[in-house]
Nanobody, 116 residues
Framework: QVQLVQSGGGLVQPGGSLRLSCAAT????????NGWYRQVPGKQRELVAG???????NYTESVRGRFTIARDNAKLTMYLQMNNLKPNNTAIYYC??????????WGQGTQVTVSS
């Protein structure tokens, strides 16, 4: 079993920055840290930034140029650097990992609040 432990997040003013981290522990064979998602009350969880199977990255349009996803495969840790944050970036952010099509898991969620 894999556990994804998230850290970072919190309250920041508009225009500020935060970095989220996601560390995988447990049974780590063939685990693939694949992306960051967010969810606000009343809406479905949506992809914010992710890695493609070819090793590239993709971002939802609203964060492109402000957010950067990265991962350290040796440490099995994934990051989301968020710059120039806006109030509509307020959400609970989740990291995600998979082991092929038959297994996926989620971090515990981290609240990000952008407010003056």
């Amino acid at each position: 079993q894999v556990q994804l432990v998230q850290s970072g997040g919190g309250l920041v003013q508009p225009g500020g920055s935060l970095r989220l981290s996601c560390a995988a522990t447990g049974s780590l064979f063939a685990i693939n840290l694949n992306g960051w998602y967010r969810q606000v009350p009343g809406k479905q969880r949506e992809l914010v930034a992710g890695f493609t199977r070819g090793g590239g990255t993709n971002y939802t349009e609203s964060v492109r140029g402000r957010f950067t996803i990265a991962r350290d495969n040796a440490k099995l840790t994934m990051y989301l650097q968020m710059n120039n944050l806006k109030p509509n970036n307020t959400a609970i952010y989740y990291c995600s990992a998979d082991r092929g099509p038959l297994y996926d898991c989620w971090g515990q969620g981290t609240q990000v609040t952008v407010s003056s």
